[in-house]
């Protein structure tokens, strides 16, 4: 079946440590995304991605970076600059990211937690 | 910026009728998203609107007018499994299909 994968669900990162997060898709989408979302809050945008070996940065980018070099993958590291990574990372894909009328399909998620 | 508003939370019966709001920045703007999240869960794609008026899927309704850049989510013969948080996210044309997200509104249906 198509979907999107990341791994693993939870995550737990020492002080001052780097962590990646994976995101995979076999939907054959054009566009990559992925946000953040804190306990009882909406979702944050960080990085997106409308092409393959293309990138933006979101609304929250600082402490973060991401690639893109196949179309089925966007990796998320979360640096040890990011003061406060504890929170839901959430990775989406759309067919298209040039048009604003695609729907987003999402990942289970990754829990991120400092120890 | 494009705040997105909606209702913190809801709560009503089973069986009853909900609707939750939304308002969003109109300059711009070019169709509105709803999405369901259950706690913990991926949230999944509910509806789509571009053009005013009411779309109806089963239980579920969405209605948007552009020009007093308002939407909502109607949510009928309420069940519980529909207690979830429902998230209004709007597209602009300026920014290809990144979307920005309201906080949400979490529903809590009693019995």
Known sequence: DGGITQSPKYLFRKEGQNVTLSCEQNLNHDAMYWYRQDPGQGLRLIYYSQIVNDFQKGDIAEGYSVSREKKESFPLTVTSAQKNPTAFYLCASSMRGDLSNQPQHFGDGTRLSIL | ?111
């Open chain 2, 1 to 111: 910026g494009q705040n997105i508003d909606q209702p913190t939370e809801m709560t009503a019966t089973e069986g009853a009728i909900v609707q939750i709001n939304c308002t969003y920045q109109t300059s711009g703007f070019n169709g509105l998203f709803w999405y369901q999240q259950h706690a913990g869960e991926a949230p999944t794609f509910l509806s789509y609107n571009v053009l005013d008026g009411l779309e109806e899927k089963g239980r579920f309704s969405s209605f948007l007018s552009r020009s007093k850049g308002y939407s909502y989510l109607l949510l009928k013969e309420l069940q519980m499994k529909d207690s979830a948080s429902y998230l209004c996210a709007a597209g602009y044309k300026a920014a290809g299909n990144k979307l920005t997200f309201g906080g949400g509104t979490r529903v809590l249906v009693k019995p």
